[in-house]
């Protein structure tokens, strides 16, 4: 299984950029789809962002459509969610996410492996 670390949150104000990245380990970083989960206080946690295994497909949710760009390294087992434009809506808790199946989806369920999150905090 592999393990996974996030990092680079914090607190910025509205319309600031904030880049997120995830350092995985464990077994070859390149087998598996990742994504990028949020979960706001008082609401279930949400896709945001998924990358296939190469990095060539990407999909967004609509909400962060235009604003957010998920990339990978995949020679140095990272993957990365830059957030542009932020809003106060996006404020949660960020979790990077990863499955072993090479299908790009979005239901939290069918993702295997969990980080422990890291905080984004929007300020209008």
């Known amino acids: 299984q592999v393990q996974l670390v996030e990092s680079g949150g914090g607190l910025v104000q509205a319309g600031d950029s904030l880049r997120l990245s995830c350092a995985a380990s464990?077994?070859?970083?390149?087998?598996?789809?990742m994504g990028w989960f949020r979960q706001a206080p008082g609401k279930e946690r949400e896709f945001v962002a998924g990358i296939s295994r190469s990095g060539v497909t990407t999909n967004y949710a609509d909400s962060v459509k235009g604003r957010f760009t998920i990339s990978r390294d995949n020679a140095k087992g990272s993957v990365s969610l830059q957030m542009n434009s932020l809003k106060p809506e996006d404020t949660a808790v960020y979790y990077c996410a990863a499955r072993l199946s090479p299908l790009l989806t979005q239901g939290l369920h069918t993702y295997d492996s969990w980080g422990q999150g890291t905080q984004v905090t929007v300020s209008s």
């Open positions: 464990g077994r070859t970083f390149s087998i598996y789809t």
